[in-house]
């Protein structure tokens, strides 16, 4: 029904930047919200930020005033602009989408990695 592919992981020096790219296909449309998430190695999945169809966002205290979520205004592809990023920032990041039938849909993960 709806498919999502994560892009834009790698490695990076602690204090600089990435940005994620999650483009959702298939039945796109059907989608109210788009998040993304985090897993660490051993440490149980969290999640990072939100958006909702109108634009509303939520984010993790951990990252609040680095991290930003946005959508394009086709509402197909969302992005998590990070920054001033930490070694403890270094996860497995997946795109998460919830449908208006309130499914969840899951992409395949990217991972980002920071140096100290």
């Known amino acids: 029904q709806v498919q999502l592919v994560e892009s834009g992981g790698g490695l990076v020096q602690a204090g600089g930047s990435l940005r994620l790219s999650c483009a959702a296909s298939?039945?796109?449309?059907?989608?109210?919200?788009m998040g993304w998430y985090r897993q660490a190695s051993g440490k149980q999945r969290e999640l990072v930020a939100a958006?909702?169809?109108?634009?509303?966002?939520n984010y993790a205290d951990s990252v609040k005033g680095r991290f930003t979520i946005s959508r394009d205004n086709g509402k197909i592809t969302v992005f998590l602009q990070m920054n001033s990023l930490k070694p403890e920032d270094t996860a497995v990041y997946y795109c998460?989408?919830?449908?208006?039938?309130?499914?969840?849909?899951w992409g395949k993960g990217t991972l980002v990695t920071v140096s100290s």
């Open positions: 998460n989408a919830k449908g208006k039938n309130l499914m969840n849909y």
């Open positions: 298939g039945s796109s449309r059907s989608i109210n919200a």
């Open positions: 958006i909702t169809s109108g634009d509303n966002t």
